[in-house]
């Protein structure tokens, strides 16, 4: 009992040291850039509504697609100790030529092309 008592001791001096540092210690110095209440860019002071592309956003959901496509082929490795591997690696080619053929459609018709 009394070494649990003298480690909780420690642990609370401890985080009263380090929250009583990192309240002081850090040095305020704020300047135009950090006080405007956008900091992604865009003039605070104009237009909110400004164009954007929407290419942008195909390359995102592109890379959101092949990121899943990975993530959900990661544990193939391990589907041959399965009882229908010949199911499962067929199922994966299937997807996996399935996506190909949707980037290399993509592609061909110049979706991948930022600048026109």
Same mark, same amino acid.
């Given at each position: 009992?009394?070494? =649990?008592? $003298? #480690?909780?001791?420690? &642990?609370? #001096?401890?985080?009263?040291?380090?929250?009583?540092?990192?309240?002081?210690? *850090?040095?305020?110095?704020? @300047? &135009?850039?950090?006080?405007?209440?956008?900091?992604? +860019?865009? @003039? *605070?002071? +104009?237009?909110? !509504?400004?164009?954007?592309?929407? !290419?942008?956003?195909?390359? &995102? #959901?592109?890379?959101?697609?092949? @990121?899943?496509?990975?993530?959900?082929?990661?544990?193939? *490795?391990? %589907? /041959?100790?399965?009882? /229908?591997?010949? +199911? $499962?690696?067929?199922?994966?080619?299937? =997807?996996?030529?399935?996506?190909?053929? %949707?980037? =290399?459609?993509?592609?061909?018709? +110049?979706?991948?092309?930022? &600048?026109?």
């Amino acid at each position: 009992m009394n070494l =649990v008592m $003298t #480690i909780l001791t420690i &642990a609370m #001096i401890l985080s009263l040291i380090l929250a009583t540092v990192s309240f002081w210690l *850090p040095q305020m110095n704020p @300047d &135009a850039e950090k006080l405007s209440p956008y900091e992604c +860019g865009f @003039d *605070p002071l +104009g237009s909110a !509504r400004l164009p954007f592309s929407l !290419r942008f956003f195909l390359v &995102a #959901i592109l890379f959101l697609l092949f @990121d899943l496509e990975i993530a959900l082929l990661l544990p193939l *490795p391990w %589907g /041959n100790q399965l009882h /229908n591997p010949t +199911g $499962t690696f067929f199922w994966a080619t299937a =997807v996996l030529i399935l996506l190909t053929l %949707g980037l =290399v459609y993509e592609w061909t018709q +110049g979706g991948l092309e930022w &600048a026109e």
